[in-house]
């Protein structure tokens, strides 16, 4: 990552709200970041303090009720989630703590999903490739039910990057996993986003994991903490 | 697309179509059946479209494939009287050859035993049947009769009854004749029809010669014609109508029979359709709440791929892929099932049908069948899926977060869809459009009725079951309510089912227990008729004799309307309005003094007694028929009393119970006036037992041959045979729908399966035994099954009472104990079912489920 390097992501004065009864909680208020291609960035703070719903908007999940988001070039606001969807599937990918793998497909079928989706016909090759890369080579034709939380969490890595992503959204990646596990995931994170060029918006409670990011922003009751 | 893409997406729609299928695929290797087995709960209601309509089909080809042999002739014209000259020479002029018959009732007895039995005597002349084949045993039987002047050909069930051979000796009447053959069957006539009266054929000569027909014997006469290439017979009919009609003859084509049976069996398949119908509609709802459970299983996945960016098309495809194949297994199995079961139903209607079926591969039934469910299926499948639309990409974010879409209205248009489906086939059904909406409203209710009853039911179970009852009670309770339980539609579906067989069962045994309590107490049993006047009293003796009462003894003259109200009976019947039959029939009057207590006066006064000099007769008419023509006290009719006209006043109305086994009678005469006419007597008697009604019987055939006797006990067994077949198939179709609600439980289980296990090992963790859990798991299915029976048998029973009570007029005689065999075998069921699909994971070790949990 160089500082010339483009914007690839930018929410600019981000508020969420939820109506609870007659009031309106705030979950973000006024957030702004901006990531540039290749950099890392690491979301932290308690819970409840709105890092979920943050990543949320910058992947295009939801929408923000104030401010405006941009990513790749596009705004957000306004999309409908078809187009949303779109933008995810061409330049997105996402690690989630609970792993989300469909039980039904292998690990390299898994892996392979959003190169499908795209229409790749070396979708499974990529995912082959990827899942050498993350050590589970020999793993290809596991079921997610016969790989543990740590093989599973890698599967969930190398489908995270078989659409080359420009922005990697993962939402406390190691938080089912034990220490060492989690180290690892951590390690192979970290590697990826700086071998491929991709960018890495990582959530999470862990301040030592957050430290290996290039920046860190700390939020509370949904404000940034300078 | 509206913003610059980076051009990564390089699907096309076929690449895209082929992606969801592999999806689709690969979900369903880990359990190829799970899909199929949602598909099971319409295959039953599929199968009786099929099968029905196949036989429909079948039946259709019989009936052209055999047109001619229906009538076995191409005109038949029949009259109930002796032919004069005049009706002579108007036969003489139809066109083609002719044939001639008489039937008429006489007794056939058994010289050895003396045991008897009303049969119905026919003789031919000519060349009748002109097409087909009189089936024989010999083959040649039929025509070596006129040959065979003491022969006689029998129906194959008097030579059962009566252990008769070939050859042996038997009387008809008072005629010695031997038995000259077996009937096995005659053109265009049903097995069954002579249930009642069996027939048997003599030859014209030996009917002719030897008195077998007397003055006053109530015969009719046929004369049957194969007409040459031209005229057509339907066109000569319509040519010659007004003196068919002036001469009162009744007329049958073989365009008139052919669409008379097209009516008839149309009904009776429509009938089986609407009953069918309810099982696949069933079905239908099973299959969308197994394709609900299915598809909210499948919410996780859905938000997983439409965060990967996943277009919502494809996403849906996936799982719509699966729903077509569910959809598609259960109507081929169906089509399937429905290709066997066509070959049961001539077999329980066969005797009942004038053609023989050949069952065969009806190919437009099956698909029709096949199309058609599995588009209805669809239809209940679809909103489970459409409201997949509103899952948020967010939901794998947050496990707790639910964009809770289930109920919303917009999803629901295939139901509204599925409902007008339902209109139009009962329209299609039914040819009228009101009695199909009465039949779609109906079934809405009855579902809608069903689901409130099982609704206000588990209520009342949540109540009934306090905070203190034991732990495993209490637990067996809440597994009902667990979230997305399918337990109303299951106590649903199964009530529908057993509602339908035990008011089908309670219905059809008070109808018979009527006719039973009819024939029973001091009601007469026995009916003697065709006593000519010189024989009534030494009849009368012979009854004291054997210790026997005559209880209504009445006199018949037949007579034949010739007009009424003022117009001849021939403009009468150009009139669509009034049945024909009831114009154009030999009316079997009577005339008394006294009226009996029976005969229940409700408009004008009764007149006992006129002299023979009067001009207009005062006679009383049955209201019913008064009714039907539109005529009422006043009006006059002029009678035809064997060639002597009387003119007649109606000047009371009687009401009469046309179910009561006594003489009844549309019109009765006053006394005085019709003593000096033709007439025979008919005379009704109680036996206790049978072999007291059988001694009597032997003694009056012995005596008087000529006197023909109706043993009311046969005819009740003969009214029960039928019922029982019929309604046999009635049930047969219903236990389609109880079948299809066990089904239902089944695929709701196996769908459940998941949530039980996570459960039942949870359980397990907390130190729950393996007893404890059986014990739960029995409970709760002793609690559905207990609501399901008796949620059907109440309303079978209520809906059999309002029936009897409001419908037919009937007491309650039905037993209880049908409707408690219908509850305990439903519990039954229920209860094997859950222990067959529920057990079977109890015993797996619960650690590997919990680790899943959340993943």
Redesign the interface.
């Known amino acids: 990552m160089t500082t010339n390097s483009p914007t690839i992501l930018e929410a600019r004065e981000v508020s969420r709200h939820y109506p609870q009864g007659r009031r309106r909680l705030t979950v973000l208020n006024k957030v702004s970041l901006s990531l540039r291609a290749g950099e890392s960035l690491a979301v932290v703070g308690p819970s409840g303090s709105g890092k979920?719903t943050l990543?949320?908007l910058c992947?295009g999940?939801?929408l923000p009720d104030e401010g405006e988001i941009s990513f790749?070039?596009?705004v957000l606001t306004g999309?409908s989630?078809?187009?949303r969807?779109?933008?995810?599937?061409?330049?997105?990918g996402?690690i989630?703590q609970?792993?989300?793998?469909?039980?039904?497909?292998t690990a390299l079928?898994n892996a392979a999903?959003?190169g499908?989706?795209?229409?790749?016909p070396d979708a499974r090759d990529r995912a082959g490739k990827l899942l050498q890369e993350v050590g589970l080579g020999d793993r290809l034709n596991h079921?997610?039910?016969q790989l543990s939380g740590g093989e599973?969490q890698r599967v969930a890595v190398a489908?995270a990057l078989v659409?080359?992503p420009s922005v990697l959204f993962a939402?406390e990646p190691t938080g089912n996993l034990d220490t060492k596990t989690g180290e690892t995931i951590a390690d192979l994170l970290f590697a990826l986003n700086s071998s491929a060029d991709t960018a890495l918006i990582l959530i999470t409670h862990d301040e030592k994991l957050a430290a290996r990011a290039d920046r860190v922003l700390y939020l509370r009751n949904g404000e940034v903490q300078k | 697309?509206?913003?610059?893409?980076?051009n990564?997406?390089?699907?096309?729609l076929g690449?895209?179509i082929g992606?969801s299928l592999?999806m689709a695929l690969?979900?369903?290797?880990?359990?190829p059946l799970r899909f199929l087995v949602a598909g099971l709960p319409v295959v039953l209601g599929i199968a009786s479209l099929v099968a029905v309509e196949s036989f429909r089909d079948n039946l259709e080809e019989a009936v052209e494939r055999e047109s001619r042999q229906l009538l076995g002739a191409d005109l038949v014209l029949s009259a109930r009287r002796v032919p004069d000259a005049e009706l002579t020479a108007f036969l003489e002029e139809i066109p083609g050859e002719g044939a001639r018959e008489v039937q008429f009732s006489s007794m056939l007895s058994i010289p050895d035993t003396g045991e008897s039995r009303l049969v119905q005597v026919r003789a031919i002349e000519g060349g009748f049947p002109f097409y087909g084949e009189m089936e024989t045993i010999p083959e040649n039987a039929f025509k070596e009769l006129p040959h065979n002047p003491q022969g006689a050909l029998l129906e194959e069930s008097l030579l059962l009854q009566f252990g008769l051979e070939t050859g042996e000796a038997l009387r008809i009447g008072d005629q010695e004749l031997q038995v000259a053959g077996i009937l096995r069957r005659a053109p265009g006539e049903a097995g069954a029809l002579g249930m009642i009266a069996p027939r048997v054929y003599l030859s014209m000569e030996l009917v002719e010669s030897s008195g077998l027909l007397t003055t006053g014997s109530v015969a009719r006469y046929r004369w049957s014609f194969r007409f040459p290439a031209d005229p057509d017979p339907d066109e000569w009919v319509t040519a010659n109508r007004s003196r068919i009609d002036q001469l009162q003859l009744e007329t049958e084509t073989v365009t008139e029979r052919r669409e008379g049976l097209e009516e008839t069996f149309g009904l009776l398949g429509s009938f089986l359709h609407l009953v069918g119908f309810a099982a696949l509609l069933l079905g239908a709802v099973g299959v969308g709440s197994a394709v609900r459970v299915q598809t909210e299983a499948k919410r996780?996945?859905m938000a997983?791929?439409?965060?990967?960016?996943?277009?919502?098309s494809?996403a849906r495809r996936t799982i719509l892929w699966q729903i077509l194949a569910s959809g598609l297994g259960g109507a081929l199995t169906g089509g399937a099932i429905g290709v066997g079961l066509q070959y049961l139903l001539p077999f329980l209607l066969g005797d009942f049908l004038p053609v023989r079926i050949e069952v065969s591969l009806a190919p437009a039934a099956l698909a029709g069948g096949i199309g058609f469910g599995f588009l209805f299926t669809l239809l209940f499948a679809l909103p489970p899926l459409l409201g997949l639309r509103e899952v948020?990409?967010?939901e794998?974010?947050?496990?707790g977060f639910s964009s809770n879409s289930r109920g919303d209205w917009r999803h629901r248009w295939p139901l509204g869809l599925a409902v007008g489906l339902v209109l139009g086939f009962a329209w299609w059904q039914i040819k009228e459009i009101l009695p199909a909406l009465l039949y779609t409203g109906g079934i809405l209710f009855a579902v809608a009725f069903l689901a409130l009853v099982a609704r206000i039911f588990l209520f009342a179970l949540r109540r009934a079951v306090p905070s203190r009852a034991p732990w495993v009670w209490r637990q067996a309770t809440a597994s009902l309510f667990r979230p997305r339980n399918q337990t109303t539609l299951v106590v649903t579906a199964i009530g529908l089912g057993t509602a339908l067989l035990v008011l089908l069962f309670l219905v059809r045994e008070n109808a018979l227990g009527q006719i039973q309590a009819e024939t029973g107490g001091d009601q007469a049993n026995l009916a003697f008729f065709d006593i000519q006047p010189d024989q009534l009293e030494p009849l009368r003796e012979l009854a004291d004799r054997e210790g026997f009462a005559l209880l209504e003894t009445a006199p018949i003259v037949t007579m034949r309307m010739r007009s009424l109200a003022g117009r001849p009976v021939n403009e009468w019947l150009e009139r669509d309005d009034v049945p024909r039959w009831s114009l154009q029939r030999e009316f079997r009057s009577t005339f008394r003094e006294e009226l009996t207590e029976k005969d229940e006066i409700v408009a004008g006064e009764w007149v006992g007694r006129v002299s023979p000099d009067e001009g207009i007769i005062p006679v009383s008419l049955e209201k019913g028929l008064a009714e039907d023509w539109g005529v009422g006290l006043g009006d006059r009719a002029v009678f035809d009393v064997q060639g002597v006209p009387l003119e007649v006043e109606i000047t009371s109305l009687r009401e009469v119970d046309w179910r009561e086994m006594r003489p009844n009678f549309f019109f009765i005469f006053p006394a005085g006036v019709l003593e000096a006419a033709p007439r025979f007597y008919l005379t009704v008697v109680r036996a206790e037992t049978t072999e007291d009604s059988a001694r009597l019987q032997r003694a009056v055939t012995r005596e008087f041959p000529t006197i023909s006797i109706l043993d009311l006990s046969l005819v009740l067994d003969t009214i029960r045979d039928i019922v029982n077949r019929v309604t046999f198939v009635i049930q047969f179709m219903a236990f389609f729908t109880v079948v299809t609600g066990l089904v239902l439980l089944f695929s709701v289980i196996g769908t459940e399966r998941q949530q039980r296990m996570r459960e039942t090992h949870l359980l397990r963790v907390l130190g729950a035994s393996r007893g404890t859990i059986r014990k739960i798991l029995l409970g709760e299915y002793v609690l559905l099954g207990t609501l399901s029976g008796a949620t059907g048998v109440g309303i079978g029973i209520g809906a059999a009472y309002a029936i009897g009570r409001w419908v037919l007029d009937m007491p309650w005689t039905a037993s209880a104990f049908f409707p408690l065999a219908a509850f305990g075998i439903v519990l039954l069921l229920t209860l094997l079912a859950g222990i067959l699909a529920g057990t079977k994971d109890i015993n797996k070790p619960p650690l590997?489920t919990l680790r899943?949990e959340?993943?």
């Not at chain 1, 609970?98 to 497909?105: A, R």
């Not at chain 1, 499908?116 to 790749?120: A, R």
């Not at chain 2, 990564?8 to 096309?12: E, F």
């Open positions: 979920t990543l949320g992947a999940l939801d790749g070039g596009n999309r989630e078809e187009e969807a779109t933008i995810r599937r061409e330049q997105a996402f989630f609970s792993f989300h793998l469909l039980p039904t497909l079928e999903v959003p499908e989706l795209l229409g790749w079921y997610p039910s599973q489908r659409n080359k939402d | 697309m509206s913003f610059p893409s980076t990564k997406d390089r699907t096309s690449q895209r992606w592999r690969r979900d369903t290797r880990a359990h996780d996945q997983l791929l439409r965060c990967l960016g996943t277009r919502y494809d948020s990409p967010l794998t974010l947050r496990s590997p899943n959340g993943r």
